[in-house]
């Protein structure tokens, strides 16, 4: 029996010390597109031209672009497998998009998520591993030290744009990459309790995840729009959204925008 957990425990440790070589691996094929010349300037296009929002809000949570060219010339072969989530069988799963890196407690790099608003799929996450990180936690998990120390609320929207509208308003902020709440998302929600401000899209899918999220995030408070399907889309439709982000610091506060 004794053999049996020894097996066990150096099988896990051995699968661990992948896991971490792999997301060392990933944060080195993140510096390469970081370091591209042409980065800055299609993050402004993509700032300006199709968001709106501020080019440093995307250049601080390190989101750069893949042209529709396969990344061939500059991308070593040691990537160009699906362990680290940027390839598959027909090349890179990212060109035309402008990537996310999703990254664990210590900031290291465990996925991707890539944007194109033109796309039937929207936002297109990685797998890693065999599994897409959201399941398992929360784009912007590297700021969550700092979040739950400040003692301030926290919002968890949807889609990572939402929250990098929030965070340009001041407030802290992290997405949930969708409407699936798994346990370990909960889990990353409820460490801040009371605090916790969920903001669900408004549509059948988001009426679902506002459901489970009242069920699984009982002290979390629970929001949705009145005005437009997100938070990102509200912003558009009243400017004035961005005055009462920071009005649910009173967890009773009744906004005009939103329920």
């Known amino acids: 029996m004794d053999n049996i957990f020894a097996e066990l425990q150096m099988t896990s440790a051995n699968s661990m010390n992948t896991i971490l070589d792999a997301r060392k ?10 370091e591209r010349p042409e980065r800055m300037e299609l993050l402004n296009i993509f700032a300006h031209d199709f968001r709106n929002l501020e080019p440093q809000t995307f250049v601080d949570c390190d989101s750069f672009f893949i042209d529709q060219d396969d990344p061939t010339l500059y991308i ?74 400040s003692g301030r609320q926290v919002f968890f929207t949807e889609g990572i744009v939402c929250a990098l509208y929030a965070r340009q308003c ?28 969920i903001i669900t899209d408004s549509d059948e899918a988001g ?32 400017p004035d959204v961005k005055f009462e982000l920071p009005k649910f610091e009173n967890r009773f506060y009744r906004s005009p925008f939103f329920t």
């Open 76 to 149: 070593p072969e040691e990537y160009k497998t699906d362990t680290y989530g940027m390839y598959g069988a027909f090349g890179c799963k990212f060109c035309g998009r402008y990537v996310y890196p999703v990254k664990d407690v210590r900031g290291d790099v465990m996925g991707w998520c890539g944007y194109d608003k033109t796309s039937d799929i929207k936002y297109l996450d990685s797998i890693n591993y065999g599994y897409k990180a959201k399941n398992a936690t929360v784009w912007g998990m590297e700021k969550m030290p700092e979040y739950y120390k």
């Open 25 to 34: 691996k990933m944060n080195k094929l993140l510096h390469l597109f970081l």
């Open 207 to 238: 009426n679902k995840f506002k459901r489970i999220a009242h069920r699984m995030c009982p002290k979390a408070r629970v929001l949705q729009s009145k005005i437009a399907k997100d938070l990102d889309d509200s912003r558009e439709v009243n």
């Open 170 to 197: 001041g407030e802290q902020a992290c997405a949930t990459l969708g409407s699936n709440l798994t346990p370990y998302v909960a889990t990353i929600i409820n460490r801040f309790g009371d605090k916790a401000r």
